[in-house]
Nanobody
Framework: QVQLVESGGGLVQPGGSLRLSCVAP????????MAWYRQAPGKRRELVAS???????DYADSVKGRFTISGDINKSTVYLQMDSLKPEDTGVYYC?????????WGRGTQVTVSS
């Protein structure tokens, strides 16, 4: 059974940085896309950033220029470097892996941006 394990969340002041990590210890066959989503209290889950097998990355407008997604799809590992964090970045961050047959979700890691 595929499990995604996220780490790196926490409490940070506005303007600070965090780096999230997600790994699938057993690997994921035919993995095509790795992504990060987030869900703020009372809001829908939204796509933050994605990275394809071919190396193409995409970002939500709200995080462009501040967040960077990277990883090794062959090692089923993805990272999200978050800089210049704002209070509105607060939420639970989930990694998401898309293979040719299904989607996989992590359990989430809390990110809180507050002074």
């Amino acid at each position: 059974q595929v499990q995604l394990v996220e780490s790196g969340g926490g409490l940070v002041q506005p303007g600070g940085s965090l780096r999230l990590s997600c790994v699938a210890p057993g690997g994921v066959l035919n993995l095509n896309v790795m992504a990060w989503y987030r869900q703020a209290p009372g809001k829908r889950r939204e796509l933050v950033a994605s990275l394809t097998r071919s190396g193409v990355s995409d970002y939500a407008d709200s995080v462009k220029g501040r967040f960077t997604i990277s990883g090794d799809i062959n090692k089923s590992t993805v990272y999200l470097q978050m800089d210049s964090l704002k209070p509105e970045d607060t939420g639970v961050y989930y990694c998401n892996y898309e293979s040719t047959t299904r989607l996989y979700w992590g359990r989430g890691t809390q990110v809180t941006v507050s002074s």
